[in-house]
């Protein structure tokens, strides 16, 4: 096991602030540290390791699973995002004695991402566990990956993310589950840098699970957000046969916006943080539907949008906007029978107004986040 040292006190599961130097995640040295925070106002708990013993693994092989996860929830642009059940992408590692130690090999990916890189450099799944190798400190054996994709690519469904999420929480769980969340988010992050920009509100909520607020990035600050347990909240996920590559949706983008919609989107953002909190899934729609700077440049971009968020809304759904980037559209509502004639009505609006084929799917929130689902022991 890592040497690690420990200063505890009383930790709030409400809030999550960490800092962690990210650039020094692929330049591990015994010298490194990292710490999981709280607001200053709290008590805090700080972890911190050395790598002058590594830890070993204590199975041979895991499989885990992380959601889908949709971002930005119409005014949360960068900022909020949440995880969805029943949906995502799978990761199995293993001890491979054929790989050179404190390396990782890509072995596999199957499923909706054959055309994706092997190489672990260039591929979500490979920065990510990496990233969780360097913090563990792991040298003395090398480690075999296989990734199966259940999310499209390009879908706004955080493809990207899930694939991070499950690959750093299979490194992690390889060797006993040592890192705190605050490393797997950071990890996850090094990976979304690479591929669709630092932003984590697709990644927080992949492993986090639930709702989650980035209240900063620099430090990383998160605030999980918990919807209650009686609140009936139904996704309709409509997702066309359409790409929308997340880098060319974020050009679309103006880097000044006036002041009034800053205003309109911080107040509709808070009303969306409150109605989560509260369990009001009508007054979460209603803010879900209400972004006035991102939403207006990127639905053009989509054929067939606003035409799938008006067939929506008048099907009785308390909300719909674009799910992250896009293409795929999300709308809201607290029932699953409505929520299958919304999504139908969705269908026909990207094929009438877009001629694009799409798939429906009513889904629950997700809150747990990646998990391990199975292991292998030694």
Sequence with gaps: MAACSFSTSHLPLQQLKFTTNTSSLFNF??????????APSQHYQSLRCSASSEPQPVFTS???????????????????????????????????????????????????????????L????????????KMLGIRSVGLSLSLEKGLPLGSGLGSSAASAAAAAVAVNELFGNQLPLADLVTAGLES??????????????????????????????????????????????VNPEFEAPTKKMRKALSPEVPMSH??????????????????DIKGLGKALSSDKIVEPKRAPLIPGMEAVKAAAIEAGAFGCTISGAGPTAVAVTD????????????????????????????????????????????
């Design 122 to 133: 260039w591929n979500c799944a490979g920065i990510a566990a990496i990233a969780v190798m």
């Design 262 to 279: 800053h205003v309109w989107n911080c107040s509709q953002a808070g009303a969306l943080v409150a109605s989560v909190l509260q369990g």
């Design 29 to 38: 040295s015994s010298n490194s540290s990292w710490s999981l925070h709280h």
């Design 192 to 237: 979304e840098a690479k591929v669709s920009g630092y932003h984590a509100d697709n990644i927080a909520p992949a492993i986090m699970g639930g709702f989650v607020l980035i209240r900063s990035y620099d430090p990383l600050d998160l605030i999980p957000l918990k919807l209650p347990l009686d609140a009936n909240l139904v996704f309709v996920l």
């Design 335 to 378: 029932n699953e029978e409505r929520a299958r004639e919304i999504g139908e009505r969705m269908v026909e609006a990207f094929m009438n107004a877009g001629k694009l084929k799409s798939l429906a799917m009513v889904k629950r929130l997700d809150r747990v986040g990646a998990r391990l689902i199975d292991s292998t022991s030694k």
């Design 62 to 120: 895991v499989k885990t699973f992380a959601p889908a996860t949709v971002a930005n929830l119409g005014p949360g642009f960068d900022f909020l995002g949440c995880a969805v059940d029943g949906i995502g992408d799978f990761v199995t590692l293993h001890v491979d004695p054929n790989v050179h130690p404190g390396q990782i090999s890509i072995s596999n990916i199957s499923g909706a991402g054959k055309k994706l890189s092997k190489d672990p």
